[in-house]
């Protein structure tokens, strides 16, 4: 019992990019342990997705039905953790993404196994975790005891995964009997979009409360689209429903760490703070000069927003045409 | 209709994190009810009153339980005092705690109780972990609805919008299930329950505040004490900490005069443009 079972998001035949942070996780726990990692693959049309994943990994579980044409923590889990027992895992991984961190704790109870949340890294044993609490604002390494360990990695702290030089083999298992404890799917009212996925972009240009209304996130919009970057958002814009609630950035919305993060209109709440701060170089745009946010900033231009991101617009075009 | 809403006490994240001994230091630290566990009494509450009309359902129940120190009863009575009915109190360490251990205890007191809906925060703000409520969903072999941004009563069900990655998920749920909260379920109209007018706003930001009333009255509500033992659960956390560190602080940045500079600056100090 020393491998890792990965379970890994896909769409459309490839895994997701939030997978290949597991996968870079997962291969990390699995030289701990001394084992191999198996990518698990769940859902109608998983099948299509194995040659992609069979990169990744020397072994590729396939579990695709019908009847898992939705994802469902209540079908999933029972899933994840008889492929746990099956392939001889030590650890059970996710990426923290919103099913990672949905299904994950259902299949640690499945499996009366301790689990490590939203992992920063490896610790300093196979057993050992370091994820961050208290928003971030503190880094806790934990023990845990359990034969099995369930863990979900932040994505943001793990770069993804590359291919291996051979593929590896893709096996089929049954779902078993598919229960979903009487819970259904209703729809998803999806947020469609040309831009890169908040917790995968390269540069994320976020507004918040300053930006008075949703009407004046088109500016933003406009200069997220000459960098080709995410957009993001504060608790307070997203609150105030200026922008989609899945544009929030923060401790309770999504955690990124892109190259380049633009904080238009932003205070710097703690809050805000937790979600951004891994960033490799900030830039705050705010009209007053004591907003916690230009405490970590790496650049800060005090100025109102209507007039600093137009320029910042026009400036970048300069420079791009120049080159 | 009953609820049970399990809470936890957490230290108030306004204070700046120290470390002693290499752990949180908490000598000293003022406590509150965590923020989703507020959020999930208020969803309750919602839940079972007309709020239009200011009044409680008749037949409804909601009963509050917390697993932790003896002083964390100051907090189980805040959420009294908003409007819960009852309170259970599990006194332990917070070092013979785990998720699984308050699992374990929240089961058999759901088997006692047997409530039609548990609610509870989707996590709690010191640990982040985000896991009791999917646990317990998962032993219990119940359905679950984690993060819920809304929630609308169709029958004996519940329709649970969830903020998902790239939207909007609406799941239905029977009863009985576990419902996990998020940010957004205080909104002003998050919450229909078919007996509040649908056009009726709950005002404020957040759960509401306890008024005088309440507060005199949950000095009178029912709080009985328990132990882990009373539910077969030990004081043996198999998720353990071994320390804690504080990250280095971020090197202090600079103030640009203006937006060519920035822009010269990204493209050739941080190469980032």
Known sequence: MSNVLAFCEFADGALRTSALSNLAFARAAAQAHGGDVVILLVGHGAQAASAAAAKFAPKVVVVDDPKLEHYLAETYAPILADQAKANGAAVVTATATAIGKDVMPRVAALLDAGMASDIAKLGDAKNRFVRPILAGNAYSTVEITTPIICVTARQSEFEPAPELGSAGAVTTATAGAIDAKGAEFVKLDAQKSDRPDLGDAKVVVSGGRGMKNGENFKVLEELADLLGAAMGASRAATDAGMVPADWQVGQTGKIVAPNLYFAVAISGAIQHLAGMKGSKTIVAINKNKDEPIFQVADYGIVQEWEKAVPELISEIKKLKSSR | ?273
């Open chain 2, 1 to 273: 209709m009953k609820i049970l809403v399990p809470v936890k006490r957490v230290p108030d994240p306004t204070q700046k994190a120290k470390i002693k001994d290499g752990h949180i230091d908490l000598t000293g630290a003022s406590w509150i009810v965590n923020t989703f566990d507020e959020y999930a009494v208020e969803t309750a509450l919602r839940l079972l009153e007309n709020g239009e009309a200011n009044a409680r359902t008749a037949g409804s129940e909601i009963v509050v339980v917390t697993i932790g120190p003896e002083d964390a009863a100051k907090e189980l009575r805040t959420t009294l005092a908003m409007g819960a009915d009852r309170a259970i109190h599990v006194v332990a360490k917070d070092d013979e705690l785990d998720s699984l251990v308050v699992v374990k205890v929240l089961a058999g007191i759901i088997a006692a109780e047997k409530p039609d809906v548990v609610i509870l925060g989707k996590q709690a703000v010191d640990g982040d972990a985000n896991q009791v409520g999917q646990m317990l969903a998962g032993k219990l072999g119940w359905p679950q609805a984690t993060f819920a941004a809304s929630i609308e009563v169709k029958g004996s069900a519940y329709v649970v919008g969830r903020e998902v990655d790239g939207g909007v998920e609406y799941k239905q749920v029977p009863t009985p299930a576990v419902i996990t909260v998020d940010l957004r379920i205080v909104a002003s109209h998050a919450v229909q329950n078919g007996v509040t007018p649908a056009s009726f706003a709950y005002g404020g930001e957040g759960a509401r505040l306890p008024s005088l009333k309440g507060i005199m009255a949950a000095k009178k509500k029912p709080m009985v004490t328990a132990k882990l033992a009373d539910y077969g659960a030990e004081p043996v956390p198999v998720i353990k900490e071994v320390g804690v560190t504080l990250p280095p602080p971020r090197a202090a940045g600079q103030i640009v005069a203006d937006i060519p500079t920035l822009v010269k600056k990204l493209a050739e100090e941080a190469k980032v443009i």
